[in-house]
Structure formats: structure tokens, C-alpha cells
Nanobody, 122 residues
Framework: QVQLVESGGGLVQAGGSLRLSCAAS????????MAWFRQAPGKEREIVAR????????YYADSVKGRFTISRDNAKNTVYLQMNSLKPEDTAVYYC???????????????WGQGTQVTVSS
């Protein structure tokens, strides 16, 4: 069992930055692929970024490439999402997820956090 708790969301102006953190409980954190998803009102949940257990391989949605960076610290059981050059269309609830397989589909992830709101004003 893994419990995930996100933090770091908030209100920021367009062009600004935020850093999201996801703290995981459990000793098996390093075995899981981790991902950040987001869901805007009236839209489906979509993947933002994904990182494998070792941190060597990452994946980014086209909409955030070059602006967002995912990283993990297995010693701290934490995954991060550094978000730069934020745009109003990045406004959404951001969720952290853990899964035993590497995937972009939300249903393939086993554990989810409660979400943190990110609002980007124009």
C-alpha cells in the first residue's frame, strides 16, 4: 500500500513558476513508476509527466515539454514537478500517481493522491 500526498499548488501569474511535491509513504516507493496527471473542469484527466523507478527515463506531454521537469528522490520518497513559464491553460487539479508499470493511461496507475489546485492567471 502506498499513500501519496501532494503539496505546492497555488495561484500564480502567467509566466511564473511553481514546484509541486508528492510525498509517498511505504518502503517500496522506489519500485514504482511515478506520474503527474492533471484535470481541468469539464475535461478528462491527462498525463503531464512520468518517471521510471530509477529516474533515468522521463516522459512529458507535448503541451508541457520544455517547461515542466519531473524528478524523484527515492531516499526521501518524494517526486517533484517543477513547472516554469506557466500558462492559463495549465490551470487544473494536479494529481500524483504511482504504478507498477510504466504507462500514460490513468487507469493503469494503482495509487493516487488527493490532488492540488494550480491556478494560472492571465
Amino acid at each position: 500500500q502506498v499513500q501519496l500526498v501532494e503539496s505546492g499548488g497555488g495561484l500564480v501569474q502567467a509566466g511564473g513558476s511553481l514546484r509541486l511535491s508528492c510525498a509517498a509513504s511505504g518502503r517500496t516507493f522506489s519500485r514504482y513508476a511515478m506520474a503527474w496527471f492533471r484535470q481541468a473542469p469539464g475535461k478528462e484527466r491527462e498525463i503531464v509527466a512520468r518517471i521510471i523507478w530509477s529516474g533515468d527515463i522521463t516522459y512529458y506531454a507535448d503541451s508541457v515539454k520544455g517547461r515542466f521537469t519531473i524528478s524523484r528522490d527515492n531516499a526521501k520518497n518524494t517526486v517533484y514537478l517543477q513547472m516554469n513559464s506557466l500558462k492559463p491553460e495549465d490551470t487544473a487539479v494536479y494529481y500524483c500517481a504511482a504504478g507498477s508499470i510504466v504507462a500514460v493511461e490513468a487507469y493503469k496507475y494503482d495509487y493516487w493522491g488527493q490532488g492540488t489546485q494550480v491556478t494560472v492567471s492571465s
